[in-house]
């Protein structure tokens, strides 16, 4: 192992843990990495297997036109990534080649297509329970785990920009969506400290972007929508949010149009899981080599 490595980071590169591609928040996922992470996820599945979430798996991209109706790129232009593609004929081709032989910038000639990077796991989620029409009295609870991405490129490795994202979401009467997220912070507690992580869990906000965005999440922490787990991974003084705890109100019902059974705008609520978070954070705290973690923590994971 590299002793001038002196960064959590390049430990982990070391190791073998994560592979450098050049770009910071961009890492390969080695065979120990991925090993907590499919532990994590069979955690999570056993800690709620009794309340019969209905399972959708989303890939990396989302709709374009569901995303620019979603409201992103008002809240968060800073952090989207889009999927652009050639879209010229035999003579713009080669002035594209030219400009890759020469240094310049080839993607001039690019076009936007109809898919962009997913943002949050729950994104794509919305439209299709909003074209099934009215929920039952019961609402609605979803299991939904896709790649996510997130344009803010750091040395920190908790801040990948292409990440996994699984979460909980629920969909119904206001009292429903409310006290879903309730059982959830409990339940969050429970998990941590069979990880056995140290952490604290505190009101938070998103980054919303520009002036109005500081008012955003200045309402958004006084109402205590947001409620983040933290957990120690690059410094104390600053510690990453592996969990969120999210109530939307009536937000993504009126922007989709979903209705309760009473015919009410339905409120909706969220429980996210970092997934690479959470692993570092186990790696961060328990050490590089899995053989050498606690025994309750390796049970937990089935490691």
Not at 19 to 47: C, K, N, P, Q, W
Request: one cysteine or more; charged letters at 25%; hydrophobic letters at 40%.
């Amino acid at each position: 192992m590299c002793e001038a490595c002196d960064s959590f980071l390049d430990r982990m590169f070391a190791k073998g843990v994560l592979h450098a591609t050049g770009v910071d928040g961009l890492y390969g996922r080695g065979a120990s990495f991925e090993a907590v992470v499919d532990g994590l996820d069979r955690l999570i599945t056993r800690l709620a297997s009794d309340d019969a979430a209905e399972v959708i798996r989303f890939p990396p991209g989302m709709n374009r036109a569901l995303f620019e109706k979603s409201g992103y790129m008002k809240n968060f232009p800073q952090l989207a990534g889009t999927v652009h593609s050639f879209d010229g004929n035999e003579k713009d081709h080669m002035a594209l080649l030219d400009a890759i032989h020469n240094g310049g910038a080839w993607t001039q000639g690019q076009a936007a297509t109809d898919i962009v990077l997913t943002p949050a796991a729950c994104y794509p989620l919305y439209p299709i329970v909003a074209r099934r029409g009215p929920l039952t009295p019961e609402g609605a609870l979803f299991d939904v785990q896709s790649y996510c991405f997130r344009h803010e490129p750091s040395k920190d490795p908790a801040r990948m920009q292409m990440f996994r994202m699984r979460e909980f979401v629920r969909i119904g009467a206001p009292e429903q969506a409310a006290s879903f997220r309730e059982r959830w912070l409990d339940r969050a507690r429970d998990f941590a400290e069979r990880l056995e992580l140290p952490h604290h869990i505190d009101v938070a906000n998103d980054p919303f972007f520009g002036r109005a965005g500081k008012m955003m999440a200045s309402s958004q922490r006084d109402q205590a929508l947001k409620f983040e787990l933290l957990v120690p991974i690059e410094s104390v003084e600053k510690p990453t949010a592996c969990q969120s705890f999210n109530y939307h109100q009536d937000h993504f019902g009126s922007l989709w149009g979903i209705e309760t059974s009473s015919g009410e705008t339905a409120h909706t609520a969220c429980v996210g899981f970092g997934m690479e978070r959470l692993t570092l954070a186990l790696f961060k705290h328990h050490g590089l080599d899995t053989d050498g973690w606690p025994k309750s923590v390796r049970a937990a994971l089935t490691l």
